[in-house]
């Protein structure tokens, strides 16, 4: 199974668009798609067609049930049309930060929900809320790619080096690289601006940008409030043939397969550090398990990525640590757990 993360913290770039339409065209094209809606506004499970609150359970539940195996995913996975499946959410899912911050590995749960069904689905498709938050952080620990959509225009790459730097630093963590690539959304050919958006992307990029790209297509917004894939709603539509076009060039990308990283991770009890700082010329964690000696507990940069990390063994307990980044400290931005002490707050580790 291929599991593709749809992720942009911005908001109305089309990722819910984007996830329904590719998950059908992949789909159409014979192949067994799940998608599972991680946002809590829930408008890929609208989008697909379903009523809120006409179904049973939703990710959410899957999500906090990971590890007692009470609920099957194929409890709740609702058919959709032929080859298309779904796990649906709703607004339930926004409880998920809070409910979630004491469990251990809470970035992992979702993978651990994928894994019981990986050998039933050609494609995973998961579409991500406008923030980066625990839920994101799940779908970035559950996928081997990302596909990023931007909006044509003047922001475009607004916040995309944020993004980029959360999915290396998830890479850092899982040992591994997410396959990502961004695909321009709502072009309009007509306009000077979107090609200056195009190029833009593509500097910014490189080749990780998808040929194909999707024009702005009233059709596709109509599809969605019709609860319908454009290719049903409106085959003829441009908007359907843009689809058709990312889901052959989707299929004919060559992909790695990700060893279980994690399980590897396990042989030695401990930590891996690791920041995102680019133009840092030092960065260390600074710990309760090195008495919080600045230059002890020195990170190596990952060549030219940006990244910096380290393993560090640890026994089984707690630890308070901060970053300290070219004589700055920082708490760790992709670890939600912080206590409070007598120089501001902390970030928390639990080993078990
Ligand atoms: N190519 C397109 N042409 C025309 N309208 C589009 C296109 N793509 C998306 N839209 C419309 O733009 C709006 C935002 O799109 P969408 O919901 O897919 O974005 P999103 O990134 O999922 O938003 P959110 O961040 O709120 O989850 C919707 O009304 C959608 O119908
Ligand atoms: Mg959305």
């Not at 291929?2 to 998950?23: D, H, Y």
């Not at 607004?158 to 321009?184: D, F, P, S, Y």
């Not at 007509?190 to 998808?210: N, P």
């Not at 401990?270 to 030092?282: E, R």
Request: some cysteine; overall charge neutral.
């Amino acid at each position: 199974m291929r599991t593709i993360a749809v992720i942009n913290q911005k908001g109305g770039c089309g990722k819910t668009t984007t996830v329904i339409n590719l998950a059908a065209c992949l789909a159409r094209k014979n192949k067994k798609v799940l998608v599972v809606d991680m946002d809590p506004q829930a408008h890929a499970t609208l989008g697909l067609g379903l009523g809120l609150g006409g179904y049973e359970y939703t990710v959410y539940d899957l999500l906090l049930d990971s590890g007692r195996k009470e609920l099957q995913p194929g409890d709740v996975v609702i058919e959709i049309s032929r080859g298309l499946d779904l796990i649906p959410s709703d607004v339930m899912l926004s409880a998920a930060e809070p409910a979630l911050l004491g469990r251990d590995h809470r970035e992992y749960l979702l993978a651990d929900v994928l894994k019981s069904v990986e050998q039933r689905y050609d494609f995973c498709i998961i579409d991500c809320p406008p923030n980066i938050g625990i839920l994101t952080f799940n779908a970035l620990f559950a996928c081997s790619e990302a596909i990023i959509p931007l909006e044509t225009g003047l922001f475009a790459i607004h916040g995309l080096a944020k993004l980029m730097e959360t999915i290396e630093i998830v890479n850092a963590k899982r040992n591994l690289t997410i396959t990502t690539n961004a695909l321009l959304t709502m072009f309009d050919r007509r306009t000077r601006i979107a090609y200056e958006s195009l190029h833009e992307v593509q500097k910014h990029l490189g080749g990780q940008v998808f040929t194909a790209v999707i024009n702005f297509n009233v059709r596709l917004k109509e599809a969605v409030s019709h609860g319908r894939p454009v290719i049903d709603y409106a085959p003829d539509s441009i908007g359907a043939r843009d689809y058709l076009d990312l889901a052959a060039e989707v299929l004919k990308m060559k992909v790695k397969k990700i060893a279980a990283a994690r399980d590897e991770e396990g042989k030695e009890k401990g930590m891996l550090f690791s920041f995102y700082a680019p133009h840092a010329k030092q960065v260390c964690v600074v710990a309760d398990f090195n008495d919080w000696q600045p230059g002890r507990t020195p990170l190596q940069h990952v060549d030219g990525s940006g990244v910096w990390k380290r393993f560090v063994p640890l026994k089984k307990g707690a630890y308070e640590y901060k970053f300290l980044v070219d004589g700055t400290w920082v708490t760790d931005s992709t670890n939600p757990k912080v206590v409070r002490s007598e120089f501001g707050e902390n970030s928390l580790i639990e080993i078990d």
